[in-house]
Nanobody
Framework: QVQLVESGGGLVQPGGSLRLSCAAS????????MSWYRQAPGKERELVGT???????DYAHSVRGRFTISRDIAKNTVYLQMKSLKPEDTAIYYC?????????WGQGTQVTVSS
């Protein structure tokens, strides 16, 4: 059974940093690419970035240079390090595991950037 559990969200001031974690079970990082998505109020869910099975990372243009995805294979955990946060980064952030036509989702964690 696949489980993805996000944590680390919260309220942060503009310019601040936050690190999200995604504890994964039932998936192997050697088989699944791991992604972070986000959904702001009234907007569609968008891809933030992905770390491939081989560890290569790609990011949406809006977060490139500010966000970093990493993984700890021993802990089966994926991270999203966010810095220089902006109010427009406010959203629910979701962890996702994908391969072929399969995609699994976590429950999401709220990130609010506000002074």
């Amino acid at each position: 059974q696949v489980q993805l559990v996000e944590s680390g969200g919260g309220l942060v001031q503009p310019g601040g940093s936050l690190r999200l974690s995604c504890a994964a079970s039932g998936v192997s990082f050697s088989v699944y690419a791991m992604s972070w998505y986000r959904q702001a109020p009234g907007k569609e869910r968008e891809l933030v970035g992905t770390i491939s099975r081989l560890g290569r990372t790609d990011y949406a243009h809006s977060v490139r240079g500010r966000f970093t995805i990493s993984r700890d294979i021993a802990k089966n955990t994926v991270y999203l390090q966010m810095k220089s946060l902006k109010p427009e980064d406010t959203a629910i952030y979701y962890c996702s595991a994908g391969r072929d036509n399969l995609r699994y989702w976590g429950q999401g964690t709220q990130v609010t950037v506000s002074s």
